[in-house]
């Protein structure tokens, strides 16, 4: 729990009270005290945008203990302000440290904590609330940070922290027995975060009856999924997603792949001689097996799957088990049917090919650097080409006629080879729109986003945001007319700029698997024995590359 503190009579003292690094008069101070349904919070003033931010407040009980894979509970109710001036722990992950190279333990389970950005004028305004991406295995709220956000959107901006990687998602029967329990409880986080904010995002200013959720990569796959769970129904007013697709795993098979996983600790532990009894044992419900499990040091959890690499296989998760999410998945005939904004960078693969390892295998160590890159490029532009269509127009094809609310595609072409200004290396990657919303992101080494044309492009997408945070249409006077996806008229808004000016144009942009196969097989810049140990190891068993693996007889890197 976070540090209370005697909220008024604090703030009171001698007329003024220090709130992070800024001097506050009293009544300016206790506009930063808000009241919740579980005690009152103090937020700080951010002094550069002016923006009133509350970080890390509790929207659950921890889920440590017997919480640990179990629905998220209520909070504790406190008397005293809660100090939520200073940004608190994301869930427990292993995450980079650049300093030293290795993977350092952050976090803590103690997770289930909310960030708010608002406007000190804010009253009744639409509320966008972003759930961060990482493969569902790392990250945190301060991702994207609210503070431009709630100035230039207009809104009430909410950023989550939730159980990540096993914490999050684990399936084996001794957990979910019973035949009424989830093994997604990031998704459990997610709806009860969502139950919060209607309750209690009044008195920061937002509405609760104009909510919009958004994720980026993993957080946008996590918004695709709840538009197919009842939970879910209710919860929210339009969905915004960021580079998101349609991915689900099989629950039978997710279980066999965490118990191949945990395996391992149980014979470290004396309990089994070898891995393949540990994984049978750890695929039944009996009592023993919990027990195991709940016990399981944090850190030896967190540590048992390392980063996905948007591969399925790698970390199993968003399970069809028929309780949260239903058995036949996406191909479901119901869904929460709201206005959908969709988004894609039109090189999305640059980011995860550029550094996959096998480029650095001994494969590929005797090739000189023109033939690497020649091999580099083959697998980014025609996985990169694949995963565009996978983020968006894929997803509005399958649901096109059984969903009863508009669709809108976005691709951001900013910095491909087809753009006016081009990006090397990594071109419109993974994340591209993140500088259009923020200036303190991570993203200064790829290029320069400062630049006026850039800027004039992040200001056109702003309005459409707008637009569509307020009535779920982006379209507003003196913008492009940005007309609805449908089978008949299969068009993206297309955002790029040069120097200096902005590009936008609504186009169809739209292929297909089928097409983009034909393009590689008719491809001659490397040989066919690197085009195949690229098809084979760089782009198989990816989100987007079900219709590649089936193509090219791909194996399958499910246990």
Not at 16 to 31: K, P, Q, R, T, Y
Not at 113 to 124: G, P
């Amino acid at each position: 729990m976070r540090r209370k503190i005697a909220g008024k009579l604090l703030i009171c003292a001698f007329a003024v009270a220090m709130v992070g690094s800024v001097c506050l008069h009293a009544e300016e101070a206790d506009h930063l005290v808000r009241k919740t349904a579980y005690g009152e919070v103090l937020g700080t003033l951010d002094e550069g945008s002016q923006a009133l931010v509350w970080y890390g407040i509790p929207y659950a009980a921890a889920p440590v203990g017997e919480l640990r894979w179990a629905e998220p509970a209520d909070p504790e109710v406190w008397e005293e302000a809660l100090d939520c001036t200073e940004p608190a722990e994301p869930g427990m992950q292993y995450a980079m440290d650049y300093a030293t190279g290795e993977n350092t333990l952050i976090g803590t389970e103690d997770c289930l904590n909310l960030d708010i950005y608002a406007t000190a004028d804010a009253e009744k305004l639409p509320v966008l609330v972003y759930i961060h991406g990482g493969n569902n295995q790392t990250g945190k709220s301060g991702e994207i940070p609210g503070k431009q956000i709630v100035k230039d959107n207009h809104c009430v901006y909410v950023s989550l922290n939730y159980r990540l990687g096993l914490f999050g998602f684990n399936c084996l029967p001794a957990i979910v027995s019973g035949g009424e329990k989830t093994g997604n409880f990031t998704m459990l986080d997610i709806a009860k975060a969502l139950d919060w904010v209607k309750e209690n995002i009044a008195a920061f200013g937002g509405d609760p009856e104009n909510i919009t959720i958004s994720g980026f990569s993993a957080g946008g796959r996590d918004v695709m999924a709840m538009l197919t769970s009842p939970l879910f129904a209710g919860k929210f007013d339009k969905a915004l997603v960021f580079s998101g697709g349609m991915t689900m795993a099989d629950e039978a098979a997710s279980a066999s792949q965490i118990a191949a996983a945990i395996a391992p600790l149980a014979v470290e532990d004396g309990l089994f001689e070898d891995e393949a009894e540990a994984k049978e044992w750890l695929l039944t419900d009996a009592d023993d097996v919990r027990e195991y499990l709940f016990g399981l040091a944090p850190d030896r959890v967190c540590a048992l799957m390392g980063n996905a690499g948007i591969r399925m296989s790698a970390f199993p998760h968003l399970y069809n088990d028929g309780i949260l999410l239903p058995e036949e998945g996406f191909d479901t005939e119901s869904y929460n049917s709201v206005p959908l904004l969709m988004l894609t960078g039109e090189t999305e693969f640059s980011l995860f090919c550029n550094f996959d390892g096998y480029f650095f295998s001994p494969a590929m160590a005797d090739l000189d650097e023109d033939t690497l890159n020649a091999a580099k490029n083959f697998a980014c532009l025609y996985g990169s080409d694949m995963y565009r269509i996978f983020n968006g127009q894929c997803s509005a094809e399958k649901m096109s006629d059984k969903y009863d609310s508009d669709i809108y595609l976005c691709q951001v072409a900013y910095g491909s080879v087809n753009s006016a200004t081009f990006l090397p290396a990594m071109g419109s990657f993974h994340g591209i729109f993140v500088p259009m919303l923020t200036d303190d992101h991570t993203y200064a080494s790829f290029g320069d986003f400062t630049v006026e044309g850039y800027q004039k492009m992040a200001g056109v997408f702003d309005q459409y945001l707008t637009n569509f945070l307020a009535t779920g249409d982006p379209n507003g006077e003196e913008l492009t007319e940005w007309p609805a996806w449908t089978p008949d008229n299969k068009v993206s808004l297309v955002l790029d700029a040069d120097e200096t000016e902005a590009i936008i144009e609504a186009k169809d942009v739209s292929s297909t698997y089928e097409a983009i196969i034909g393009e590689m097989e008719a491809d001659d810049s490397v040989s066919e024995e690197i085009k195949s140990g690229v098809i084979q190891n760089v782009m198989n068993g990816r989100w987007f590359s079900d219709a590649l693996d089936k193509y090219y007889e791909n194996p399958s890197l499910w246990h």
